[in-house]
Each structure stands twice: as C-alpha cells, then as structure tokens.
C-alpha cells in the first residue's frame, strides 16, 4: 500500500502540508499505532504536538509527562495513533513510569517505537534507545534537539547512526517544525513493512552469560512461536523480572506470540 | 490447560536454574554492556568541530543559578521581579475593564431590562448576580492573569524550574521528602490539581503522600490575582507610588516564600510522625537552557492558561453569582440571609483578623479558588446595601478611579489587618474542590483526602488568629 511519490513531491511545501493531517484525538478506525519513548526534557512532547496538532503542555524539565498522551494523525492515506510514554532513562529498572513505558512497547506491541534522542547527549540517550530495540524490531530514531547541537557544534554522521542501529534515524529541530516531515516517511517505511528494521542487539557480556541467554531463548523459542523478543524475555526472566515472570504465568506472554504469529501470517 | 501450565513452569524453572550459572551480578553485567554498546556507537557518530569554550556560558549560568550564595536571592529577585511587572502592568487595564463591565455595560443591560419590563427578580438574578459576578471575575483576573503566565511560562520554557528545583533539593530531602517534590511543587504554581497529578513522578508513596499534602502550599492561578491584587491594595498603598509597585511585589513574594517554608515544615512534621521512613535518592538531569519561544509561549500560555482558567472562573462564577444574589435578598425576618450568615460568622471572623464576609467567600469558592476576590467584592457590595451603605440595586460604587476597590473595601470595614490576614487565609486554606477530587482519585484514601483538605484551613486560621492577637496587641 505504499504510495508512490517522486522525490520532487516529497519535498514540495505544499504537498507535504496536505499530505498530514493533524486529527487530534480522534481515534477512530486506525491503521496503526506509534509509541513515542525517549529520555526526559527530549522533546517528546513537541513531537508529539508537531504530529497530531494537540497542544499537550510543554516545557523545558524533566517529568512533565506523567501520564501517557495519546493523540493521533492521518498520513499518506494512513491513520495513525499515537501514545507519548513517559520519559525514562532506562527500562530496567521498576519505577511506575519505567514500567508503563516499558510496559506499553511490550505489550501493547505498538506498530512502530519513534525514539526521541537528544543530540547533544546522543550516548546517555542511546542507553535507552539500545534497550527498547532489544523489546520491539519497529523502532525509528528521531534525532531531536539538533539546532542545539549545531550551537555546541557537535556533528552527528546518522548514516553511520542508522547503520549501527538497525533502523532509521531522522534528525528532527521538532520546536521549530523542521524534520518533521521525513520522520513521518520513516515511520510510515516502517508502519507498511517497507523497510525492515534489523534492530542492533547488545553484544557484550560474559560468556556465561551469553550461553544462558542463548539456552533459555532456545527453549522460549520453541514454546512460544512468533515471539520476537525472546532474547530480552530470557534476560528478565534471568533477572527474576517479577512482572515478565507473571506474564509467562498467565499467559501473557504466549498471547504476545500469537498475535505477533497471526500479524506475520497476514 | 494443564499442558499450558507446564510449559510455562517448566520455562520458569529452566530460568531458575541458569540463574544459578551466571552469578548475582546480571544486572551490572547487563548494564555495563549497554553502557559500552551505547559509547563505542556514540564514539563512532559523533564528532565535534570546536573546543569546549562553547559550552562555557551554560556552565557559567548554572553555576550562577544554583550557587549556594546566589541561588536563592537569584530565587527571590527573579520572582519579585515578576510579581512586580504583573502588578504594575495590570492596574490599568483592570480599570479600564472595570469601567467598561460594571460602570457602563452593566447600567445599560439594566435600562435594557426595565424597558422590557423584566420582572425584578429575573433581572436581579441575572443581571445583578450572574452577569456581576463574570464581570468582576475578568475585570479581576484577566489582567494581571495575561502578565503573569506568559512570563512564567517564558521561565519554564528557558528551563530555570529545574534549577530551582537543584536549589531546593537538599532542604527537601532534610526535611525527609523527596527531592522531585520540587518539581510536583512546581507544577502546583500554576494548579494544584495538576500539581497533585505530577507527584506520581515520585516512586515512594510515603514521599508522594507528603508531596500531595503539601502541594497545597504553593499558590496556584486560582490564588496569584487574589494575592496580587489585595498586596497592591493594602500593601503597596502604605508606601509612596513610586515604590508601591515594588513593595507589592515584595509582599506577594514573601507569602510565596512562606508557602515553601510551610512545604518544609509540614514535610518534615509528616515524616517525622505518620508517614517515617527512608529517603530516597534520585538523580535529576538539569536541562540546557533553550531559548524561550516568544511568540509560542505567549500563544500557549494565553490560550492554555489564561482563558482556561478564566474560563473556569467564569463557569464557576456563573452559580456563584446567581447564590450571592439569592443570599442577599431572599429575606428572612427583615434580614438578608448573606447579612444573616455574615453576622454569624461575623464574630469568629473578626476573630482571627478576618470578617464574616471573607468566610463566606470561602464557603461559596471551595469549587474554584478564582472566584475569591469576585465574591467578596459583590458580597461586600451587597451587605454593605444591606446594611444601609450606599443604594441601588447591587452596585453603588462608580468604578472610575483606580482606587475604587480600595474604597469599597474600607465600606465594608476592611483594615491592613484584614488584607494581611486574607493573604495568609489565601494561602492556608483548604484546596479547591477539583483539587480535593484529584487527591481522593491519587490516593484512593478518604483519610488522606480529609488531612490534606482540613489540615491547611486549620492551619490557616491558627495563622491567623495568631497574627490577629499579635496585631491587637501591638497596635
């Protein structure tokens, strides 16, 4: 179902107005659903309203989002809906809003993670941006804040970047508007299947460790087909991850598996 | 089911067993790994062009902000500093808007009514109550709202709140809370609700208890134009012009910070006896500082802020209004019930340095702060009719000086004593009703709810009272 457009389109002004349209909170008859995760004071937020034209309130500190933002958005003859996840630094750890963020990219298998990383602090941000490509294979980098980075005259190479990571990553100044457009050609690349991410996965590690994971993912493998994540799963349930563990108890997790199975059947 | 069941054991016990492999420091391991993962790509993508000079006047700005000896008169400057351009910006489109709703629209919507032979109670209703009662709220609010948050919201948006945030970090966690309860504290200046809200941030419920309870202290819209208003009254009128401006400020800063100390001390009490515990520790990333969006902010922060909650006190005052006129003229034995309850808080009013119509005020405003100064204002208008002061059918006062309000305050028997104390009751006293609702849907606990609705009124009455007795001994 992608459209077809020729580079001149893309970057007429005027087709690109025309082309998204901010619906808001208007929900219905979706096609696919976004997340939207990121550190603190990233900007998610501005994204957020850059996209669906909601005017969520902003502001320059950290944990203003406590709560999940959802809104949503038409584009290139998709609907889209859109959740801004509470910022977080990382998670592994078990605070309220690491687990709803982590919580919602696990189970509520949103279509495509749109990771708002902060330039300037791109390797304090990629610890994050690391640990949410372990749990979904959809994910797109924006790179946002990059006028900040211009004035602390750091250059970032998001070739190399989309590279290293496995997915796409678009620089974004999303306060001003700027890069908003190829982001969402990115997420609807992603969305359609059109571009297939191959997700960096975390390498180091003792060999001990590697060889448990590697066991454990094996045996998940076999009992929970279409599981993507099965590496991540058997790193909690290593860890003793209390939520992960009741979600094998309840079955939680085998219904992940099949609906993940069902979409690939599609 | 039962084959399901197995699986899912069988699984569980495989990860127990690996467990016993790898150790007890998978999470460090785990970490480590993404630390290196994340700094060896970070290594190969990043490059700079510049030395480090460039980040200097950030550095420089930071260490400026939050130093131990600047960071707090930093603190007191910048607020004052704002209080003062919100007061003196505002007396005199209030004036003007003053003029127009009540000395102009409002005889001219009475005419229109007479001329149409409306009955006197309907017109009363309406026109004395309803529509008044708007009337005072934007003539009151919106001005001094307009100034006010887009420049807090330029504030914000420039990412000094952190900052202050990092000042008051060690003396909330002295006082046994959590250091983010700078930041819910924060969100409650412009709604205590959403200041209520934005304690989840905090992961331990002892810390975010105390948080919610406190939130209180730090005033919120609904209580700046109060505040600002009677401090350029009472306050800024003892000195000479030229400095009223500033002086007011002063004073509305000092219940400002009074309202932190308060925060402290109450937060210390609490952890000290219901709610002990451990501190817990956080990091808090304090942000670059951006260059505020002029026109965006002033945008948002109108729209968003300003006539939401102008808005609000509209919708609220719309019943208030309608009560107010009810109270003042349905009659019982020869009396209005206003001048009946009036003269029965009267007393205890008087009390504690306050008067029977500002208790009253209270009573009809616990759904919305906003409307205070509006209530008191027509309920002062309409004892004082009551009372055989002035004529007419609810106003009497020609809105055309900007001190008219002062006039109408000393009508109805107001001293410094009064304003003092109504700054203080403004400050300590029990949350608004959306607030109240918002505690009770944090906490899921009615006893909660109940200490962090009636602590503050007691608390500001104490406060009160005691000022009172002071003042009534000195002077």
Redesign the interface.
């Not at chain 1, 003859?77 to 859109?82: E, H, L, S, V």
């Given at each position: 179902m992608k459209e077809r457009q020729s580079p001149e389109c893309a970057t007429c002004p005027a087709h690109n107005v025309a082309n998204l349209e901010k619906l808001g909170v208007d929900m219905t008859s979706l096609d696919f659903v976004l997340a939207l995760a990121g550190n603190p004071n990233t900007g998610k937020s501005t994204v957020f309203n850059a996209l669906t034209g909601l005017r969520q309130h902003t502001g320059n500190w950290p944990g203003k989002t406590v709560t999940r933002a959802e809104g949503s958005f038409s584009y290139g003859g998709k609907r889209y809906k859109i959740v801004d996840l509470p910022g977080t630094y990382s998670l592994l750890s078990t605070s309220t809003d690491e687990e709803v963020a982590r919580d919602f990219i696990l189970f509520g298998q949103p279509d495509v993670t749109v990771i708002v990383v902060d330039v300037s602090r791109l390797e304090r941000n990629l610890n994050l941006t690391l640990q949410v490509l372990e749990i979904t294979d959809r994910a797109v980098v924006c790179l946002n804040l990059i006028d900040e980075a211009e004035r602390h005259h750091l250059k970032i190479d998001e070739r190399q970047l989309s590279r290293e990571l496995g997915v796409p990553v678009v620089p974004t100044n999303a306060r001003q508007g700027d890069g908003i457009q190829a982001l969402l050609k990115a997420i609807s690349e992603v969305a359609s299947g059109s571009f297939v991410c191959k997700p960096h996965r975390i390498a180091s590690g003792s060999k001990e460790l590697m060889g448990a994971v590697q066991r454990l993912s094996n045996s998940l493998k076999a009992k929970f087909p279409g599981l993507h994540n099965v590496r991540w799963v058997a790193l909690r349930l290593l860890e003793g991850d209390a939520r992960i563990i009741d979600a094998v108890k309840t079955g939680e997790l085998a219904k992940l598996g099949r609906n993940e199975f069902q979409q690939i059947e599609n | 089911m039962k084959a399901?069941e197995k699986?899912?054991q069988?699984?569980?016990e495989?990860?127990a067993a690996?467990?016993w492999?790898?150790?007890d420091n998978?999470?460090d391991?785990?970490?480590?790994?993404?630390?290196?993962?994340?700094?060896k790509?970070?290594d190969?993508?990043?490059?700079?062009?510049?030395g480090k000079q460039?980040?200097n006047w950030e550095r420089r700005l930071d260490a400026l902000l939050t130093s131990r000896m600047f960071g707090f008169p930093l603190m007191l400057l910048m607020l004052t500093l704002v209080f003062w351009l919100t007061i003196s910006g505002a007396n005199v489109p209030s004036g003007l808007l003053a003029n127009a709703l009540i000395d102009r629209v409002h005889p001219w919507l009475k005419d229109l009514a007479a001329g149409a032979g409306l009955v006197w109670w309907l017109d009363g209703l309406f026109i004395d109550g309803i529509y008044l009662a708007a009337a005072w709220v934007i003539s009151v609010m919106l001005p001094p709202m307009a100034i006010f948050f887009p420049l807090f919201t330029l504030l914000?948006?420039?990412?000094y709140?952190?900052r202050v945030?990092f000042n008051l970090d060690n003396l909330f966690r002295r006082s046994g809370a959590h250091g983010?309860q700078a930041?819910s504290m924060?969100m409650g200046y412009g709604c205590n609700a959403a200041g209520v809200?934005?304690a989840?941030?905090i992961?331990s419920p002892r810390e975010r208890l105390i948080a919610i309870i406190t939130n209180n202290f730090a005033l919120c819209n609904g209580r700046w134009p109060t505040q600002i208003l009677i401090a350029s009254l009472f306050i800024g009128s003892l000195v000479p012009a030229a400095i009223g401006g500033i002086v007011s400020a002063a004073a509305v800063v000092a219940v400002t910070f009074l309202g932190i100390i308060l925060t402290f001390v109450v937060s210390w009490a609490l952890s000290r006896t219901v709610l002990k515990g451990e501190v817990s520790s956080f990091s808090?990333?304090l942000?670059?500082y951006?260059p505020p969006?002029i026109l965006q902010t002033l945008y948002?922060s109108l729209?968003?802020r300003t006539l939401f909650v102008l808005w609000r006190a509209v919708v609220f005052a719309v019943p208030a209004g309608a009560l107010i006129w009810l109270l003042a003229n349905i009659r019982l034995a020869g009396l209005s019930l206003a001048a009946h309850t009036i003269d029965f808080l009267n007393p205890f009013g008087l009390l504690v340095g306050l008067n029977g119509v500002i208790l009253l005020a209270y009573i009809v405003a616990i759904p919305a702060n906003e409307i205070v100064i509006p209530t008191i204002l027509m309920l002062t208008v309409l004892s004082a009719k009551v009372t055989g002061v002035g004529e007419g059918a609810g106003v009497m006062f020609e809105l055309t000086e900007l001190d008219s309000y002062q006039r109408l305050f000393s009508a109805g028997g107001w001293t410094l004593l009064t304003a003092v104390n109504l700054m203080l009751f403004s400050l300590l006293h029990n949350p608004c009703s959306t607030t109240i609702y918002t505690i009770y849907k944090e906490t899921g606990s009615v006893k909660w709810t109940l200490v962090a609705s009636i602590l503050p009124v007691v608390m500001g009455l104490g406060l009160c009272l005691l000022v009172a007795q002071i003042w009534q001994f000195l002077v």
């Amino acid at each position: 179902m992608k459209e077809r457009q020729s580079p001149e389109c893309a970057t007429c002004p005027a087709h690109n107005v025309a082309n998204l349209e901010k619906l808001g909170v208007d929900m219905t008859s979706l096609d696919f659903v976004l997340a939207l995760a990121g550190n603190p004071n990233t900007g998610k937020s501005t994204v957020f309203n850059a996209l669906t034209g909601l005017r969520q309130h902003t502001g320059n500190w950290p944990g203003k989002t406590v709560t999940r933002a959802e809104g949503s958005f038409s584009y290139g003859g998709k609907r889209y809906k859109i959740v801004d996840l509470p910022g977080t630094y990382s998670l592994l750890s078990t605070s309220t809003d690491e687990e709803v963020a982590r919580d919602f990219i696990l189970f509520g298998q949103p279509d495509v993670t749109v990771i708002v990383v902060d330039v300037s602090r791109l390797e304090r941000n990629l610890n994050l941006t690391l640990q949410v490509l372990e749990i979904t294979d959809r994910a797109v980098v924006c790179l946002n804040l990059i006028d900040e980075a211009e004035r602390h005259h750091l250059k970032i190479d998001e070739r190399q970047l989309s590279r290293e990571l496995g997915v796409p990553v678009v620089p974004t100044n999303a306060r001003q508007g700027d890069g908003i457009q190829a982001l969402l050609k990115a997420i609807s690349e992603v969305a359609s299947g059109s571009f297939v991410c191959k997700p960096h996965r975390i390498a180091s590690g003792s060999k001990e460790l590697m060889g448990a994971v590697q066991r454990l993912s094996n045996s998940l493998k076999a009992k929970f087909p279409g599981l993507h994540n099965v590496r991540w799963v058997a790193l909690r349930l290593l860890e003793g991850d209390a939520r992960i563990i009741d979600a094998v108890k309840t079955g939680e997790l085998a219904k992940l598996g099949r609906n993940e199975f069902q979409q690939i059947e599609n | 089911m039962k084959a399901a069941e197995k699986i899912e054991q069988s699984i569980l016990e495989e990860a127990a067993a690996l467990r016993w492999d790898i150790g007890d420091n998978l999470h460090d391991t785990l970490l480590e790994s993404i630390y290196q993962d994340a700094s060896k790509i970070a290594d190969r993508v990043v490059s700079t062009t510049a030395g480090k000079q460039h980040f200097n006047w950030e550095r420089r700005l930071d260490a400026l902000l939050t130093s131990r000896m600047f960071g707090f008169p930093l603190m007191l400057l910048m607020l004052t500093l704002v209080f003062w351009l919100t007061i003196s910006g505002a007396n005199v489109p209030s004036g003007l808007l003053a003029n127009a709703l009540i000395d102009r629209v409002h005889p001219w919507l009475k005419d229109l009514a007479a001329g149409a032979g409306l009955v006197w109670w309907l017109d009363g209703l309406f026109i004395d109550g309803i529509y008044l009662a708007a009337a005072w709220v934007i003539s009151v609010m919106l001005p001094p709202m307009a100034i006010f948050f887009p420049l807090f919201t330029l504030l914000e948006d420039f990412g000094y709140l952190p900052r202050v945030a990092f000042n008051l970090d060690n003396l909330f966690r002295r006082s046994g809370a959590h250091g983010k309860q700078a930041l819910s504290m924060a969100m409650g200046y412009g709604c205590n609700a959403a200041g209520v809200i934005a304690a989840r941030i905090i992961d331990s419920p002892r810390e975010r208890l105390i948080a919610i309870i406190t939130n209180n202290f730090a005033l919120c819209n609904g209580r700046w134009p109060t505040q600002i208003l009677i401090a350029s009254l009472f306050i800024g009128s003892l000195v000479p012009a030229a400095i009223g401006g500033i002086v007011s400020a002063a004073a509305v800063v000092a219940v400002t910070f009074l309202g932190i100390i308060l925060t402290f001390v109450v937060s210390w009490a609490l952890s000290r006896t219901v709610l002990k515990g451990e501190v817990s520790s956080f990091s808090l990333e304090l942000p670059p500082y951006r260059p505020p969006r002029i026109l965006q902010t002033l945008y948002t922060s109108l729209i968003d802020r300003t006539l939401f909650v102008l808005w609000r006190a509209v919708v609220f005052a719309v019943p208030a209004g309608a009560l107010i006129w009810l109270l003042a003229n349905i009659r019982l034995a020869g009396l209005s019930l206003a001048a009946h309850t009036i003269d029965f808080l009267n007393p205890f009013g008087l009390l504690v340095g306050l008067n029977g119509v500002i208790l009253l005020a209270y009573i009809v405003a616990i759904p919305a702060n906003e409307i205070v100064i509006p209530t008191i204002l027509m309920l002062t208008v309409l004892s004082a009719k009551v009372t055989g002061v002035g004529e007419g059918a609810g106003v009497m006062f020609e809105l055309t000086e900007l001190d008219s309000y002062q006039r109408l305050f000393s009508a109805g028997g107001w001293t410094l004593l009064t304003a003092v104390n109504l700054m203080l009751f403004s400050l300590l006293h029990n949350p608004c009703s959306t607030t109240i609702y918002t505690i009770y849907k944090e906490t899921g606990s009615v006893k909660w709810t109940l200490v962090a609705s009636i602590l503050p009124v007691v608390m500001g009455l104490g406060l009160c009272l005691l000022v009172a007795q002071i003042w009534q001994f000195l002077v």
